[in-house]
């Protein structure tokens, strides 16, 4: 825990500068110091506080995950491998088209939907595809806008400072699609409610994404750049191992990059990440690995259960079990990145009981590392 | 501004010492004046320009001081009395052509160069002393220790240069230039002559009357002579006097504003009866017999002047040549350390080495009541930095300069130059300016970053300047950006105005200095006319205006210009006495100095026209001040400044 206050300018030294930011975008939006562009936060003037909300809510400074653990599910952080969680299920749309459109089973598009058509939300703060395929963060109000937003990119994009751009006045219900620690921003901004911004008791569902690394935007976009017609391309894939590659599609075929030649382009933060399903999200969604066209869902809150429901009872949603093989491979992934992710950040401090930004339990860490 | 024209010989007006400088040239029957604004010597040209047609002469405004001189020589050539005045720094700018015309003689017509200097430079980027350049190129020299002086010093300089002919120089400070003081006034010629460039013999020349320099050694020595003759008119002249007793305890040596303030100071310590002053109004060169004379009246000797020891160090020559057995007196000044070598004087500064000369202690005032002033002082007077005026476009130029500097990323430069825009060195431009220098001297440094990319050099350069000064002297090194091919992106900030000065026309305008309108030069066409890329801004489209910039920045290249493009606000606003909106705060909605402000528009943005209110924690906005521009409500973070158009 920490007394000093710290503000800007340690966010500067302890987290941007030393190579730690994840582009999550809890830091920028909100004042008119810091803003995201082109892959890179932006200290446009200096700010004068010593005490500031963009060191609190960034995930990669201090997080006491015990603390956000209970105010989330109310229960302790175990380090469990999918996190806290009350089901874990296959799930599709049973739209042809959405599925067409969206990524593997269109899950993510078709709960925002269903959100927004129920009236459970009244906007949704997504990444949207920019026509040069840059992503950049949106607030979609329309089921159409909701399928315009589809796809996955796999490069980092600062959403969270749409989320910090609602007017503050505002009382829309919102709905947020989120990375692992998108996810953890958000979870510290409900642990200690931001001032001078939207209340943050108006986002209702946060939809958390599978996430193993995201690649940069400024260096991987020159990288499609020089290789693709990107207005040309239609979507982007990256199939589950064996497969090793990168894949974009457009109208005529597919073209496909060695997965090593994309990995030079992977945030080096990513690598001190412990969470690959989301585990503070309402719902987490991802990939089925060998099943296409489906999703796995890993069902975690009220509001997560309650939007699934909604969906199934729908028609628009259709659900199956999860084979047990895919569950205990799902399980032994995210149990890698977790105990990776500690060795790292062991490594880099040279001890376990300094893990840079993360409070976790010394039980848990012993456990992991054992 | 003061009518110089009055036609009331023998009467008495109040006349800041420039308006007594113009008044001057007008009783000598000049014809031709031409300047380039430049603080502190503008209202001359200002204040012919403004009773030229009536009084049948002709003023303009040049577009640099070295074709202002040309064109008065050109005159001068022709026979009609013709003069040029500037700042220090146009006495740098015409020094070729001045050296030449040195040699080659002035016409028929009487020429005077007046310039004044700015000690301590307080409306300057450097401090400097252009009396040197008199000895440096052999041109008589005057300054005017008064205001009458100011009048009565011009006026007799026509008749010198006319007699010698060559140029004469008249300096002056800005202490005197902006004073106002009694002068009395002569009377006014009743017809101007006929110009005419006679090409026949003239018997003051070696050649033929052809104004040339050549041959230039015999044409140097012909200076010399010139210069001889006037130092044998000095010795007898009535601008050099001395008060005090014969047999003095000190002799203050001093000219130009330091003759009051030594005056002053003298009689602060009440010494009139042990300290003689000997007050030079001719200068160079010296009047060695006249010096000579009053050395002997004391064997100290303090010479009292700003900045160089000019007058200390030809006196020295004068004492050093003088014959073995005679009384050497001890020098203080500069040399001794008792007066500064740099910065303006004052009677206290002055008090304070007389004192120490003749070992007296000095106070002027009480020490209590010292101290008790500079409280007072601090507790009452508001503290006011050095800004742009509320509503200058120049403030957010630099605004939308800073952002896109800061998302560009690669750490680029903004080389600066001279104008209003030279304060965004500091918080007025956010601290933008990384390099100031002179007139056209930031597009000229950045011709050199450009060219380094073969070094390794990646970061973005930008060159400001404002209109004026873009017709000044940026073109030249525009054209070398252009031929040389470098790298680097001119700002125009075009005002419409020489604003700094005192918005004195300028081509750009379509007006001239009598007020005459002509076509107006434009900027663009002839960046256009270079084959250059130009943009084209509105300062106040902040958005817009930051995001052509980083859009140049990223395409690179060779040179390119943006021209940000809004009136001076001041000369707006006095012509339409209007405010565009009403701008409000909503203290409902600032959040003032807490997180997601942090007092942005106070603190950082700074116009005048906005408060930060301590007591309720939130700006305000001074509606006495604020013009309403609207421009703060654009950055406000949380959207709390409202604007409605008037």
Known sequence: MTTKPKGYRELLDEVIDAGLCTLCGACVGACPYLVAYKGRIVLLDNCNLAEGQCYLYCPRTYVDMDAISQKTFGLPYTGDELGTMREVLMARSTDAGTRERAQ???????????????????????????????????????????????????????????????????????????????????AKMKLNSPENRVDIGNLKLTVGLFCTWALSPDGFHRFLRENLDLPQVLRFDIPPPPAERFDAYTASGRTSFPLKQVRQFVMSTCALCLDMTAEFADVSVGSVEGIEGWNTVVVRTEAGAEVMERARASGKLETAALPSENLAHLKEAALLKKVRALKQIAGRTGSRSDLLYLGLPAGVVDRLLA | MANIDI?????????????????????????FAAAYPGTPSSEILDSLASVADRAGIYAQWSVNEKVALEAAAGASFAGIRAMASMKQNGVNVVSDFLVNLVMTGSGTGGLVLVGCDDPSAISSSNEQDTRPIAKWFDIPLLEPGSFQECKDMTKWLFDLSEELGTICMLRSVT??????????????????????????????????????PVPSSLRHALAHVKLQNAREKFESSPFNWYVGPDRADLLIITGGSCWLYSLEAVRALGLED????????????????????????????????????????????????????????????????HINAYGELNPDAVGKATAAVLSLEYQTRDVEYGKKANELAGANVPQRMMTFCPGCAHRATFWAIKNALKLDGRQGIVTGDIGCYSMALGPAGFFQVRTMHCMGGGIG???????????????????????????????????????????????????????????????????????????????????????????????????????????????????????????????????????????????????????????LCTRVFRCPGLIWDEEAGKARIDEVICTGCGVCADICPQGAITKEAT
């Open chain 1, 104 to 186: 593997y089973g269109g899950t993510v598009t078709t709960l925002l939907s269903v959100a927004l058509a129920e009236g459970l939300v009244d906007a949704a703060v997504v990444s949207k595809d920019s026509e040069d395929r840059v992503p950049v963060p949106y607030v979609a109000r329309s089921e159409e806008e909701v399928l315009d937003c589809a796809g996955s990119n796999y490069m980092a994009c600062p959403v969270l400072e749409a989320l910090n751009r609602v007017p503050r006045q505002s009382e829309e219900r919102l709905a947020l699609v989120a990375t692992p620690c998108q996810c953890l921003a958000v």
């Open chain 2, 7 to 31: 036609d009331a010989p023998g009467t008495r007006q109040l006349f800041i010492g420039n308006e007594a400088i113009a008044r001057g040239a007008l009783e000598a029957g000049v014809g």
């Open chain 2, 175 to 212: 202490r005197i230039a902006h004073a106002r003081g009694v002068v009395k006034l002569g009377e006014l010629p009743k017809a101007q002559r006929r110009a005419f460039f006679d090409q026949v013999h003239d018997a003051r020349s070696v050649m033929p009357t052809r104004f040339m």
């Open chain 2, 274 to 337: 042990r300290v003689g002053i000997l007050k030079l109004g001719t200068l160079w060169p010296l009047p060695e017999k006249l010096v000579e004379g009053h050395l002997g009246r004391s064997q100290r000797v303090l010479v009292v002047e700003e900045i160089d020891p000019f007058l200390e160090r030809s006196v020295m020559e004068v004492a050093a040549a003088l014959p073995p057995d005679s009384p050497r007196p001890v020098f203080y000044g500069k040399r001794s350390g």
């Open chain 2, 445 to 599: 440094v950045a011709n050199g970053l450009g060219k380094l990319a073969q070094f390794g050099f990646d970061q973005p350069v930008l060159a400001v300047c404002g209109d004026s000064t873009f017709f000044h002297a940026a073109i030249p090194a525009l054209i070398n950006g252009v031929y040389n091919e470098a790298n680097f992106i001119l700002v125009v900030l075009d005002n419409s105005a020489t604003a700094m000065t005192g918005f004195q026309p300028h081509p750009g305008t379509g007006v001239t200095a009598t007020g005459q309108e002509t076509g107006a030069v434009s900027i663009e066409a002839i960046c256009r006319a270079l084959g250059v890329d130009v943009a084209v801004c509105d300062p106040f489209d902040l958005a817009g205006t930051t995001s052509t910039v980083l859009e140049m920045m990223a395409d690179g290249g060779r040179a390119r210009v943006v021209i940000m493009r809004r009136e001076c606000e001041l000369v707006r606003s006095h012509r339409e006495k209007t405010k565009p909106y009403t701008v409000r705060v909503d203290p409902d909605i600032c959040v003032g100095e807490t997180c997601g402000c942090a007092r």
